[in-house]
C-alpha cells in the first residue's frame, strides 16, 4: 500500500512558476516505483502531464514540453513537478500516481490556478 499527498498547489498568475510536491509513505520501496503526474480541469478527461520511471527516464505530454520538468527523490520518498511559464490552461486538478506491475495509487490532488 502506498499513500500519496500532494501538495504546493494555488493561485498564481500567468507566467508564473509553481512546484508541485508528492509525498509518498509505503511499505514498500519508493525507488521501485514509476511515478507520474496527471491533471484534470472541470469537464475533461485526466491526462498525462508528466511521468518518471523508477530508473529515472522521464516522458512528458506534449503541452508542457519544455515548461515542466519531473523529479524524484528516492532518498525523501518525494515526487516534484515543477511548472515553468505556467498558462491559464493549465488550470486543473493534479494529481500523484505510482505504479509497480499490478499495483496503481493515486493521490487526492492538489488545485492548481492560472489567473490573472
Known sequence: QVQLVESGGGLVQP??????SCAAASGSIFSIYDMGWYRQAPGK???LVAAITSGGGT?????????FTISRDNALNTLYLHMNSLKPEDTAVYYCNAKFRWR???GQGTQVTVSS
Not at 507566467?15 to 508541485?20: A, E, M, P, Q
Not at 516522458?59 to 515548461?67: A, E, I, L, Q, T
Request: hydrophobic share 20%; proline share 0%.
Open 104 to 106: 496503481d495509487y493515486w
Open 59 to 67: 516522458n512528458y505530454g506534449d503541452s508542457v514540453k519544455g515548461r
Open 15 to 20: 507566467g508564473g512558476s509553481l512546484r508541485l
Open 45 to 47: 478527461q485526466r491526462e
